[in-house]
């Protein structure tokens, strides 16, 4: 899982990538004045098991990318499409015990129109309706695969008023790596986690979301999210950030988060029939940075308290569709995984090599323990390490490795290695 502390700054720039209301003069205009872009992308993944783990290497390489095309604003309407793809090009091993499923889910190759849209935009209000990309604290592309997370949905995005950006969105189906099923197809939002009713029957109502998101505070950015997963449960989510200067050379940035998820209604989850689900999480970050040297460094907390939903079993805080809002979300390791209390605790250092004349190169490392008071479920050390090159305006290098040390009787160790290359045109 991508480390995913989703900052005011990164949803109102690129939640819905809003167009403006301004008109061609005519339909011809706007046809002949679409826009083309999209990019190229291999990768490869490896993950190795260790300790007690028995289960083979898994690893996968594939070639892939997208294609976008969205029409110029025609009296404020424009249509825009997107097509994906992933293709082992028969580089994987035959057998499917030997293959990481994330690129292409042990298949030769993948391809979807993933998205497929009508906007509308009147002065600084924009709605969008159809297949989209779309990154919230709890829906977002996580796009550290193959084939990002994509979304069918109606959003509505209002920036009219100061310092202050509305949202209300509905998301009916997802597709993607983390939409729990086949990737290129769009799969209802209940999918991932398996709620169904107390007769078994897959909930059918999607997730419905409102957004209040401000920036009035000299400084500081405040959200706060609620979605409804209709039939299940509903999620409230709130953070708070602040950015700091300490000297010419010295920044530095405190942040807070809340997140609770409670049952709207009596559901099925995993099995079991939740009647009283509660699980709450918080937490805290902090951040300094050097400028001169490029260093900057950060500590983040998360701790949980969650109930028995069924008597027996534990509620759990929710990712939701994607990576995750948690300050602790690691390459693989979040606080989803904690069952009743939990806390998780990561220290970050990173560096931004334009401080010694190497610009586009940056290297990061996050030592993370997760503790739980019952030992069994949860008791963890994940490390990271994580390379970015951006070699020019069109071409990026990426690499991640993951080591995780599970302390629990399991002692189901493994290590996770990553890479891209990136063609953006």
Same mark, same amino acid.
């Given at each position: 899982?991508n480390?995913?502390?989703?900052?005011?700054?990164?949803?109102?720039?690129s939640i819905?990538?809003?167009?403006t209301?301004q008109?061609?003069k005519?339909?011809?205009e706007a046809i002949?004045g679409t826009?083309?872009?999209?990019q190229?992308?291999?990768?490869?993944i490896?993950k190795?098991?260790k300790?007690?783990?028995t289960?083979?290497t898994?690893?996968?390489?594939a070639?892939?990318g997208n294609i976008?095309?969205e029409?110029a604003?025609y009296?404020?309407f424009?249509i825009?499409?997107?097509?994906?793809t992933a293709?082992?090009?028969g580089?994987?091993?035959d057998t499917a015990?030997?293959?990481?499923?994330?690129?292409?889910?042990?298949r030769?190759?993948k391809g979807?129109?993933?998205?497929?849209?009508?906007?509308y935009?009147?002065r600084?209000?924009?709605?969008?309706?159809?297949?989209q990309?779309?990154?919230?604290?709890?829906?977002?592309?996580d796009d550290i695969?193959?084939?990002?997370?994509?979304?069918?949905?109606?959003?509505?995005?209002?920036n009219d008023?100061?310092k202050?950006t509305?949202?209300?969105?509905?998301?009916?189906?997802?597709?993607?790596? =983390?939409?729990g099923?086949?990737m290129e197809?769009?799969?209802n939002?209940?999918?991932?986690?398996?709620?169904?009713?107390?007769?078994?029957r897959?909930?059918?109502?999607g +997730?419905?979301?409102?957004a +209040?998101?401000?920036e009035g505070?000299?400084?500081?950015?405040?959200?706060?999210?609620?979605?409804?997963v209709?039939?299940?449960?509903?999620?409230?989510?709130?953070?708070a950030?602040?950015?700091?200067?300490?000297s010419?050379?010295?920044?530095?940035?405190?942040?807070a988060q809340?997140?609770?998820?409670?049952?709207?209604e009596?559901?099925n989850?995993g099995?079991n029939?939740?009647?009283d689900?509660?699980?709450?999480l918080w937490g805290?970050?902090a951040?300094l940075?050097?400028?001169?040297?490029g260093?900057?460094?950060?500590?983040?907390?998360?701790?949980t308290?969650n109930?028995?939903y069924?008597?027996t079993?534990?509620?759990?805080?929710?990712n939701?569709?994607?990576?995750?809002p948690?300050?602790?979300?690691?390459?693989?390791?979040?606080?989803?995984?904690?069952v009743?209390?939990?806390?998780?605790?990561a220290?970050?250092?990173e560096?931004?090599?334009?401080?010694i004349?190497?610009?586009?190169?940056?290297?990061g490392?996050t030592y993370?323990?997760?503790e739980?008071?019952i030992q069994?479920?949860? =008791?963890?050390?994940?490390?990271?390490a994580?390379?970015?090159?951006?070699?020019n305006?069109?071409?990026?290098? =990426?690499a991640?490795?993951?080591? +995780?040390?599970?302390e629990?009787?399991?002692?189901?160790?493994?290590?996770q290695?990553r890479?891209?290359?990136?063609?953006?045109?």
């Amino acid at each position: 899982m991508n480390k995913a502390i989703v900052t005011l700054s990164i949803v109102t720039g690129s939640i819905f990538a809003a167009a403006t209301c301004q008109a061609g003069k005519s339909l011809q205009e706007a046809i002949t004045g679409t826009s083309f872009h999209g990019q190229v992308r291999a990768g490869y993944i490896t993950k190795n098991h260790k300790g007690a783990d028995t289960a083979e290497t898994e690893s996968a390489a594939a070639l892939g990318g997208n294609i976008i095309a969205e029409t110029a604003p025609y009296y404020g309407f424009s249509i825009g499409a997107a097509a994906y793809t992933a293709q082992t090009l028969g580089s994987n091993d035959d057998t499917a015990t030997k293959v990481h499923d994330d690129f292409t889910n042990d298949r030769p190759g993948k391809g979807l129109l993933g998205q497929a849209y009508l906007q509308y935009s009147f002065r600084e209000t924009t709605f969008k309706i159809g297949r989209q990309l779309i990154d919230t604290p709890h829906a977002d592309s996580d796009d550290i695969r193959m084939i990002p997370n994509l979304f069918e949905a109606a959003v509505l995005t209002v920036n009219d008023l100061p310092k202050t950006t509305l949202i209300l969105a509905h998301l009916s189906e997802m597709a993607g790596w =983390e939409n729990g099923a086949d990737m290129e197809e769009f799969e209802n939002m209940s999918t991932k986690y398996a709620f169904t009713d107390t007769s078994g029957r897959a909930q059918g109502g999607g +997730v419905t979301l409102a957004a +209040v998101l401000f920036e009035g505070i000299p400084d500081t950015q405040l959200q706060a999210w609620y979605y409804l997963v209709h039939d299940a449960l509903a999620i409230f989510y709130f953070e708070a950030g602040y950015v700091g200067t300490l000297s010419n050379d010295f920044q530095f940035s405190l942040a807070a988060q809340y997140d609770q998820a409670t049952d709207s209604e009596t559901f099925n989850f995993g099995g079991n029939t939740a009647t009283d689900w509660d699980s709450k999480l918080w937490g805290l970050s902090a951040g300094l940075s050097h400028q001169p040297s490029g260093l900057s460094f950060s500590i983040a907390h998360n701790q949980t308290d969650n109930n028995l939903y069924d008597g027996t079993n534990y509620a759990q805080p929710l990712n939701g569709w994607g990576g995750g809002p948690y300050f602790t979300s690691l390459e693989d390791t979040t606080a989803e995984q904690a069952v009743k209390e939990v806390e998780a605790t990561a220290f970050t250092i990173e560096f931004d090599a334009v401080a010694i004349g190497f610009e586009g190169l940056s290297l990061g490392y996050t030592y993370a323990v997760f503790e739980a008071d019952i030992q069994s479920s949860l =008791e963890l050390v994940e490390q990271n390490a994580s390379i970015t090159i951006e070699v020019n305006d069109k071409i990026s290098l =990426e690499a991640a490795y993951a080591h +995780v040390n599970d302390e629990t009787s399991a002692n189901q160790d493994f290590d996770q290695f990553r890479a891209f290359a990136n063609y953006t045109f």
